[in-house]
């Protein structure tokens, strides 16, 4: 790809910058100066030598808003071009605090041994590594949910370009240096330690974005990566007459990147009675006019948010002057009511599975579960990210999306970027890897076998 002309730089930035100002639902939750930092990225933007580092600059620019639904996206064919997105030969992965070498190729297999741990990347320690070197270029706010971002940062770069990586494996420490080339020539050698076994007893069903299966135990497991498909619904409706027949629930929504919130709400009505209410929104309420007349408000100039709330405490107009002045003024979204359509309810215990990566509309169907249910979650956070982006294209090749609307949990709590909380919380370790276990599932199983014999 061709570098893009200043003038395109400059245009690309400012309708970020314009789109971002004017939309973005949480002015209210980040303390920057965007303004400030647009002045700041345009003469970084414009010292950019190529489209990558162009990209990359864009990319830290929208970072500074800590989303997980505010993010730029770098054009297919980039990222399809080993020149800008080549690898090391290792496969990194985020276990809990640790990151780990999942996968190596044939060539390094002996001098990388599996799960061996990364300390450092060119003698940083890799903490100190990671919030210098990949959260800029990420949103970090939830640090928890930002580990699979982490590992791009450090694995992908340009062609060519190498760091010395320092690794511990059985308490012994080494250096190995490593050089990013075309994924797609890397041959993986075979691991050696167990995968982690699925207790089928029956497959229901199953496509690309979900599986139903009966355990041996005859507990249903509904595992779902996506809400995106709107068949998947009708699909696992279908099938309501043989997984009524389960003693028991486990619902695994671990890494499942949302899509579409009326899917999760269908399948939340396969175990609620009746209709229910889906999670309500906030939506950001502009009229020009307050903006004007803040210019000749010399109180509001050095007023924080919440030195405002504090000073107008009493004054429910002079708030909501100050709010809309700066694009922090929301309207509330009433929760719609979900028209139950499900063949029927599910009748037994039930246990839902998520972790960091449960995001956006799966974050939704978690809500519902919660205030309607009598479900015990286990895992981990979620990601705390939820709500409808703005999407745009530019002429470059790339994408951006702004979140112009937020979620709010039906009780009331603030999830924004921390997500809900597990009933009994269970993390996926290097050892758990090591042994090709699933303790999430264990416990899940272990806790509807416990309720059944109550």
Not at 44 to 62: A, G, H, M
Not at 376 to 404: D, H, M, P, Y
């Amino acid at each position: 790809m061709k570098n893009i002309t200043d003038e395109q730089k400059i245009y690309e930035l400012s309708k970020i910058w314009k789109e971002a100002a004017y939309n973005f639902a949480f002015w209210d939750k980040v303390d920057i100066d965007w303004d400030e930092e647009y002045r700041k990225t345009l003469v970084r933007v414009l010292e950019t030598k190529d489209i990558y580092d162009y990209y990359k600059e864009l990319s830290r620019f929208v970072a500074l808003l800590g989303d997980g639904h505010t993010s730029v996206s770098f054009p297919r064919e980039m990222v399809q071009d080993p020149k800008y997105f080549s690898m090391f030969p290792v496969y990194l992965h985020k276990f809990d605090d640790k990151i780990a070498v999942l996968l190596v190729t044939e060539e390094l297999k002996k001098d990388v041994p599996l799960l061996s741990i990364l300390k450092k990347v060119d003698g940083v320690d890799i903490d100190e590594y990671v919030q210098e070197k990949c959260h800029p270029y990420i949103w970090h706010s939830n640090k928890a949910a930002c580990g699979i971002s982490e590992v791009n940062e450090i694995m992908f770069g340009k062609q060519g370009s190498s760091a010395t990586l320092t690794f511990r494996k059985d308490d012994k420490e080494f250096d190995i240096t490593l050089k990013r080339d075309d994924p797609s020539k890397m041959v993986w050698c075979q691991t050696d330690y167990p995968q982690i076994q699925e207790d089928v007893k029956k497959l229901i069903s199953s496509s690309d974005v979900h599986k139903v299966y009966l355990t041996t135990d005859n507990i249903a497991v509904i595992k779902m990566i996506s809400f995106e498909d709107n068949s998947m619904c009708e699909k696992i409706y279908a099938d309501y007459e043989e997984i009524k027949s389960a003693a028991g629930y486990i619902i695994d929504v671990r890494g499942n990147g949302g899509g579409n919130s009326s899917n999760a709400d269908a399948i939340a009505a396969l175990f609620i009675k009746d209709e229910f209410r889906s999670c309500s929104a906030e939506t950001q309420m502009y009229n020009p006019v307050y903006k004007a007349w803040s210019v000749f408000r010399d109180d509001f100039k050095e007023l924080s948010l919440d030195e405002a709330e504090k000073k107008f405490a009493d004054n429910e107009d002079e708030i909501r002057n100050y709010r809309m002045s700066r694009n922090m003024y929301y309207v509330t979204d009433e929760a719609k009511v979900v028209i139950d359509k499900a063949p029927g309810k599910l009748s037994g215990p039930i246990v839902v599975l998520m972790n960091e990566y449960t995001v956006s509309a799966a974050e939704d169907f978690i809500d519902v579960m919660k205030m309607y249910t009598d479900a015990v979650f286990v895992g981990g956070n979620t990601a705390g990210t939820s709500g409808q982006t703005l999407c745009g294209k530019l002429e470059s090749g790339g994408f951006f999306r702004i979140c112009t609307r937020r979620c709010i949990a039906q009780n009331g709590e603030d999830i924004y970027n921390k997500g809900f909380a597990p009933d009994v919380r269970v993390s996926f370790t290097v050892e758990d890897q090591a042994a090709g276990r699933d303790r999430a599932m264990e416990r899940a199983k272990e806790i509807i076998k416990k309720k059944l014999c109550q």
